[in-house]
C-alpha cells in the first residue's frame, strides 16, 4: 500500500516558471523524503525534513511539513529542461530509523525550453 | 564502491523459472533495503536489513520470493517460480545510521 499521495499527477510548464508539487500522508512520521526519478533511470534523493522541521532549503528545492495536514509540499524555483523528472515523497511509517520507506504516485514534471 | 550497484540491470526469464536479484550496497552502510516498482507507481516496499538480519519482511508478497544477506554486505533477492505479474523494476536502496536511503539503478524483470 501507499501512504504519500502526490498532487498534481503531472505538471507541465515552461523554463524559468516555479513548480509546486504537493503531498500528503496519513499517518505518523519521523521524516518526509522528496526523490525524483529521471526516465529510465534511478531514484535520486532530494532533500529530507524532520517532523519538528517547517521549512528547509537546498538550492533551488523548498520543502514545507505541515503535520497537523500530513501535508508536505516541494517548490521548485526557476525551472529548467532538466528537472523534467517524476517526483515522489516518501515516508518513514514508524517511529525508528532504518525502516521502509512508504512512496507515493509521483509527480510526473515536464519542464520544456 | 561509490553507490550501490545491482545486477543484472535487465533480466528476461520464462514463467517458472527461478531468477536471483544482486545488490552490493555503498560500503559500511548497515541497513539494506529491497523495493519493487511498477510501471507509474511508486517503490513499494519489499524487505529490508539490518547487517546480516532481516527486519521486515512484511512487503514480500508471497512465499516465492525470499532475501538473504549472509555477511551484512551483499543481498540476493530471490524469486522462485516467476509468473508474469511479477515482471517490474526491483530497486535496492542503503542507508547509514541516518534515514537517507541511496538507491541503486534497478533491475528490470521481465517474466515471459
Known amino acids: 500500500s501507499q501512504q504519500g499521495e502526490e498532487d498534481p499527477q503531472a505538471l507541465s510548464i515552461q523554463e524559468g516558471e516555479n513548480a509546486t508539487m504537493n503531498c500528503s500522508y496519513k499517518?505518523?512520521?519521523?521524516?518526509l523524503q522528496w526523490y525524483r526519478q529521471n526516465s529510465g533511470r534511478g531514484l535520486v534523493h532530494l532533500i529530507l525534513?524532520?517532523?519538528?522541521?517547517r521549512e528547509k532549503h537546498s538550492g533551488r528545492l523548498r520543502v514545507t511539513l505541515d503535520t497537523s495536514k500530513k501535508s508536505s509540499s516541494l517548490l521548485i524555483t526557476a525551472s529548467r529542461a532538466a528537472d523534467t523528472a517524476s517526483y515522489f515523497c516518501?515516508?518513514?511509517?514508524?517511529?525508528?530509523?532504518?525502516?521502509?520507506?512508504?512512496f507515493g504516485k509521483g509527480t510526473t514534471l515536464s519542464v520544456s525550453s | 564502491g561509490a553507490g550501490v550497484s545491482q545486477s543484472p540491470r535487465y533480466k528476461v526469464t520464462k514463467r517458472g523459472q527461478d531468477v536471483a536479484l544482486r545488490c552490493d550496497p555503498i560500503?559500511?552502510?548497515?541497513?539494506l533495503y529491497w523495493y519493487r516498482q511498477a510501471l507509474g507507481q511508486g517503490p513499494e516496499f519489499l524487505t529490508y536489513?539490518?547487517?546480516?538480519?532481516?527486519?521486515?519482511k512484511s512487503g514480500l508478497p508471497n512465499d516465492r520470493f525470499s532475501a538473504e544477506r549472509p555477511e551484512g554486505s551483499i543481498s540476493t533477492l530471490t524469486i522462485q517460480r516467476t509468473e508474469q505479474r511479477d515482471s517490474a523494476m526491483y530497486r535496492c536502496?542503503?542507508?547509514?545510521?541516518?534515514?537517507?536511503?541511496?538507491f541503486g539503478p534497478g533491475t528490470r524483470l521481465l517474466v515471459l
Open positions: 536502496a542503503s542507508s547509514s545510521a541516518v534515514e537517507t536511503q541511496y
Open positions: 499517518t505518523s512520521i519521523n521524516n
Open positions: 525534513i524532520r517532523s519538528n522541521e
Open positions: 516518501a515516508t518513514d511509517a514508524r517511529n525508528q530509523a532504518g525502516t521502509a520507506l512508504i
Open positions: 560500503s559500511g552502510h548497515v541497513s
Open positions: 536489513f539490518n547487517y546480516e538480519a532481516q527486519q521486515d
